[in-house]
């Protein structure tokens, strides 16, 4: 963190989704807020396209090497000058209120503050399904209140809280810092992560069978690897291939 010289950060990190990038940003950028925001995108990928997309508003940074999502928005956060980071994915888009969902949520006093993610292409079905995999528990119509996981696609905490905490952990995967980072927030302050339904973001999903597979086969090796929210139960069933398969039908349906 550089400094509090305005009041939000808003941290982007993008690989491989240059061209979803400008659709996020426009969504970012029309944010009514009081305060004050900044917009940092990072170069997870060092795809030199994404340096004609900074403005007054936006900077650009970029890593020695390609970086992961965890690592890539930890680098957003060491940019960054507000007194919150906010963030959100190349993939999504903020809906209308988004930031200042955010902000109500963590004045009120929550530490770790994420919001409803809601499908991006309404009517196709490999997203849908996707989208309903990773996120049916965070559909607008559930209260707010006390959450245990929220995702880095859709999540607000201040700058000293994320430092604290020691921002997202490093892991040589594509997935599950997020879980491990709420995790960690949980231990350290009990009670303190909170679901806020208007902090909404609509996320464009894995398009293709072949995408969908193989982002649930590395999310499901991962939630074994690092034991992600997994019960003494879940161990047990998994010694089963059968049913490993049943909770995977059961988890689809």
Same mark, same amino acid.
């Given at each position: 963190?550089?400094?509090?010289?305005?009041?939000?950060?808003?941290?982007?990190?993008c690989?491989?989704?240059?061209?979803?990038?400008? *659709?996020?940003?426009?969504?970012? *950028?029309?944010?009514?807020?009081?305060?004050?925001?900044?917009i940092?995108?990072?170069?997870?990928? +060092?795809?030199?396209?994404?340096?004609?997309?900074?403005?007054?508003?936006? *900077?650009?940074?970029?890593?020695?090497?390609?970086?992961?999502?965890?690592?890539?928005?930890? %680098?957003?956060?060491?940019?960054?000058?507000?007194?919150?980071?906010?963030?959100?994915?190349?993939?999504?888009?903020?809906?209308?209120?988004? %930031?200042?969902?955010?902000?109500?949520?963590?004045?009120?006093?929550?530490?770790?503050v994420g919001?409803?993610?809601?499908?991006?292409e309404?009517?196709?079905?490999?997203?849908t399904?996707?989208?309903?995999?990773?996120?049916?528990?965070?559909?607008?119509?559930?209260?707010?209140?006390?959450?245990?996981?929220l995702?880095?696609?859709?999540?607000?905490?201040?700058?000293?809280?994320?430092?604290?905490?020691?921002?997202?952990?490093?892991?040589?995967?594509?997935?599950?810092?997020?879980?491990?980072?709420?995790?960690?927030?949980?231990?350290?302050?009990?009670?303190?992560?909170h679901?806020e339904?208007?902090?909404?973001?609509?996320?464009?999903?894995r398009?293709? +069978?072949?995408?969908?597979?193989?982002?649930?086969?590395?999310?499901?090796?991962?939630?074994?690897?690092?034991? %992600?929210?997994?019960?003494?139960t879940?161990?047990r069933?998994?010694r089963?291939? +059968? +049913?490993?398969?049943?909770?995977?039908?059961?988890?689809?349906?």
């Open positions: 963190m550089h400094g509090t010289a305005t009041d939000f950060s808003i941290v982007i990190p690989r491989d989704h240059s061209l979803e990038l400008v *659709r996020c940003l426009q969504s970012v *950028r029309r944010q009514q807020f009081a305060g004050s925001f900044e940092i995108v990072v170069d997870a990928g +060092l795809d030199d396209a994404l340096l004609d997309v900074g403005d007054a508003s936006t *900077r650009v940074v970029r890593g020695r090497e390609p970086l992961r999502p965890g690592p890539a928005r930890n %680098l957003g956060a060491a940019h960054a000058n507000g007194r919150w980071l906010c963030f959100i994915d190349a993939d999504a888009v903020a809906e209308a209120g988004w %930031l200042m969902a955010a902000a109500a949520a963590l004045r009120a006093g929550a530490r770790v919001g409803a993610v809601l499908q991006g309404r009517w196709h079905p490999v997203a399904i996707d989208n309903l995999m990773q996120f049916s528990d965070l559909a607008p119509g559930r209260p707010a209140g006390p959450a245990v996981l995702p880095s696609c859709n999540l607000a905490i201040s700058g000293a809280d994320f430092a604290a905490v020691g921002g997202f952990p490093v892991l040589d995967s594509a997935a599950g810092e997020d879980v491990l980072f709420c995790e960690n927030a949980g231990r350290r302050w009990p009670g303190s992560l679901f339904p208007a902090m909404r973001v609509r996320h464009y999903g398009s293709t +069978l072949r995408a969908l597979a193989a982002h649930h086969d590395n999310f499901g090796f991962i939630r074994a690897r690092y034991g %992600l929210q997994l019960t003494d879940h161990r069933l998994g089963s291939p +059968l +049913l490993v398969s049943l909770l995977g039908v059961r988890r689809a349906a």
